[in-house]
């Protein structure tokens, strides 16, 4: 049985609500007090944690009926950035290389105190051969200053074959300013090749008055198809960075560990090379959200977020031997009632599993099989990009779709159900992609009667 919580939901979801186990649900276009506060803080009408993201839903068009195409140049998407440089004198690091591909369409400062024909470049490497089809710049916009103008030259190349071999040229274009808000940059396409390490060269700037600028820039978008990424297993030891001590331990695709000084516990699932997770301070109770690569080195890279604060950069070395944590007492990785899973997969704009979903389904299979809990909801929870409705009612076709699964499997189908929640509910901002890629979710509620 499946249900969309609005307005009605199954028995079991409803006898829920009504125990004060799952938060009662409202309408996709019901306001929290916070994201009414943000509205009239704001002057337009976008949410807080509804706001939007993504080309086609952006602006004063429409929403669209269906889910945006998958951006693969996000670090949500497993894209990692492993080189940056600039002709300029004052050299980006790590967190302007990842604002480059972190999904929000805002601009940021890109390199300052340089001259006209500055060039900027940032190399990426992807999980997997892919071709892309689109490229895009959103939200290119003049800062009114006359110290500083967005970028001019965008190329983008591509390689199969390392960092150290030659890149080919797959998309170029001149950008001018935006009109209005919500607007989008294609750029040409040159060629459509397979490729895994993708450079994207900035240079100079729209509106250059003074010989020294500040240049900005906003996000490369692309779009296209990439081949299935295999499973990462090296979320297993400990890292240290400024600010980050980690601990995890990996079973299949899940994840246990601990983190900071007060060893905070953490869960999550791993979805090609991408851990995401959740972790609460163990003496705060102040709640957190992982999404991590491991890169060439070992090392773990990416970004967290506390409180709900902006994601920000997240990144460590191997520890040194003899590096301690408070993880003596984690829990074995497993899946079962309770569970956050970000590792289900669907096709594009469909609930049909991929092949990748299977050793996710299989191990929350096993966990539920063992569970003594009488009834079992399977929630299913989306980003904010799309129509309301059309959310709702895929979150809803999804969450069924692992029911199905998990009764082929063995579960009783009468003790288990499905209810599609949609972009109610978020566990973190739709700003960027990484806490998009939060919220698409699979919850586990279990109850024993």
């Given at each position: 049985m499946?249900?969309?919580?609005?307005?009605?939901t199954?028995?079991?979801?409803?006898?829920l609500?009504q125990k004060?186990?799952i938060?009662a649900?409202?309408?996709p276009?019901?306001?929290t007090?916070?994201?009414?506060?943000?509205?009239?803080?704001?002057?337009?009408?976008?949410?807080v944690?509804?706001?939007?993201?993504t080309?086609?839903?952006?602006?004063s068009?429409?929403a669209?009926?269906?889910?945006?195409?998958?951006d693969f140049?996000?670090l949500?998407?497993g894209?990692l950035?492993?080189?940056?440089s600039t002709?300029?004198?004052?050299?980006p690091?790590?967190?302007?290389?990842?604002?480059?591909?972190?999904?929000?369409?805002?601009?940021f400062?890109l390199?300052?105190?340089?001259?006209?024909?500055t060039a900027?470049?940032f190399?990426?490497?992807?999980?997997?051969l892919?071709s892309?089809d689109?490229?895009?710049v959103?939200?290119?916009?003049?800062?009114?200053?006359?110290s500083q103008?967005?970028?001019?030259?965008?190329?983008i190349y591509g390689?199969?074959?390392?960092?150290?071999?030659d890149f080919?040229?797959i998309?170029?274009?001149?950008l001018?300013t935006h009109?209005?808000?919500?607007?989008?940059?294609d750029?040409?396409?040159?060629a459509?090749?397979?490729?895994?390490?993708?450079?994207?060269?900035?240079?100079g700037?729209?509106?250059?008055?003074?010989e020294q600028?500040?240049?900005?820039?906003?996000?490369?978008i692309g779009?296209?198809?990439?081949?299935?990424?295999?499973l990462?297993?090296g979320?297993?030891?400990i890292?240290r960075?400024?600010g980050?001590?980690?601990?995890?331990?990996?079973?299949?695709?899940?994840v246990?560990?601990c983190?900071g000084?007060?060893?905070?516990?953490?869960s999550?699932?791993v979805s090609?090379?991408?851990l995401?997770?959740?972790?609460e301070?163990?003496t705060?109770g102040?709640?957190?959200?992982?999404?991590?690569?491991?890169?060439g080195e070992g090392?773990?890279?990416?970004?967290s977020?506390?409180n709900g604060?902006?994601?920000r950069?997240?990144a460590?070395g191997?520890?040194?031997?003899g590096t301690?944590?408070?993880?003596t007492e984690?829990?074995?990785?497993?899946?079962?009632?309770?569970s956050?899973?970000?590792?289900?997969?669907?096709?594009?704009?469909?609930a049909?599993?991929?092949?990748?979903?299977?050793p996710v389904?299989?191990?929350?299979?096993d966990?539920l099989?063992?569970?003594?809990?009488?009834?079992?909801?399977?929630?299913?929870?989306t980003s904010s990009e799309g129509?309301?409705?059309?959310n709702?009612?895929?979150?809803g076709?999804?969450?069924q779709s692992?029911?199905?699964?998990?009764?082929?499997?063995g579960i009783?189908?009468?003790r288990?159900e499905a209810a599609?929640?949609?972009?109610v509910?978020?566990?973190?901002t739709?700003?960027?992609?990484?806490?998009?890629a939060?919220?698409r979710?699979?919850?586990?509620?279990c109850?024993?009667?």
């Amino acid at each position: 049985m499946v249900s969309m919580v609005r307005p009605s939901t199954g028995r079991f979801a409803n006898d829920l609500v009504q125990k004060g186990k799952i938060p009662a649900p409202r309408h996709p276009t019901q306001k929290t007090p916070g994201e009414e506060l943000m509205t009239k803080r704001s002057g337009h009408a976008i949410p807080v944690l509804a706001a939007c993201a993504t080309i086609a839903a952006i602006g004063s068009a429409p929403a669209q009926e269906t889910a945006s195409r998958t951006d693969f140049l996000t670090l949500a998407q497993g894209a990692l950035p492993i080189s940056w440089s600039t002709t300029g004198p004052r050299q980006p690091g790590n967190d302007i290389a990842l604002a480059v591909v972190d999904g929000n369409h805002g601009g940021f400062s890109l390199v300052g105190l340089a001259d006209a024909e500055t060039a900027t470049e940032f190399v990426f490497e992807l999980p997997a051969l892919t071709s892309f089809d689109r490229f895009a710049v959103p939200e290119i916009h003049e800062t009114p200053s006359p110290s500083q103008t967005f970028s001019r030259i965008v190329e983008i190349y591509g390689s199969a074959d390392g960092l150290d071999a030659d890149f080919e040229l797959i998309a170029q274009g001149e950008l001018a300013t935006h009109a209005e808000r919500g607007l989008v940059t294609d750029l040409d396409i040159v060629a459509s090749p397979a490729v895994r390490w993708v450079k994207v060269r900035l240079v100079g700037g729209i509106d250059v008055q003074r010989e020294q600028m500040y240049y900005e820039f906003s996000e490369i978008i692309g779009n296209g198809e990439q081949e299935t990424v295999p499973l990462s297993e090296g979320f297993n030891g400990i890292w240290r960075g400024r600010g980050v001590l980690v601990e995890l331990k990996q079973v299949g695709p899940t994840v246990t560990g601990c983190y900071g000084a007060s060893g905070g516990l953490l869960s999550g699932t791993v979805s090609g090379n991408v851990l995401r997770a959740r972790g609460e301070d163990m003496t705060s109770g102040v709640e957190s959200l992982f999404v991590l690569l491991l890169d060439g080195e070992g090392g773990i890279s990416g970004v967290s977020s506390s409180n709900g604060a902006p994601f920000r950069l997240y990144a460590g070395g191997i520890a040194p031997d003899g590096t301690t944590t408070r993880c003596t007492e984690t829990p074995e990785p497993e899946l079962g009632c309770g569970s956050v899973i970000h590792g289900i997969n669907f096709d594009f704009d469909s609930a049909d599993l991929r092949a990748d979903a299977a050793p996710v389904l299989e191990q929350l299979y096993d966990g539920l099989a063992a569970d003594a809990a009488a009834r079992i909801l399977i929630e299913g929870h989306t980003s904010s990009e799309g129509a309301d409705d059309y959310n709702l009612a895929l979150s809803g076709r999804r969450a069924q779709s692992v029911v199905d699964d998990l009764v082929r499997r063995g579960i009783s189908a009468d003790r288990i159900e499905a209810a599609g929640i949609g972009e109610v509910r978020p566990i973190a901002t739709n700003d960027d992609e990484s806490g998009r890629a939060m919220n698409r979710r699979v919850e586990v509620v279990c109850a024993e009667s």
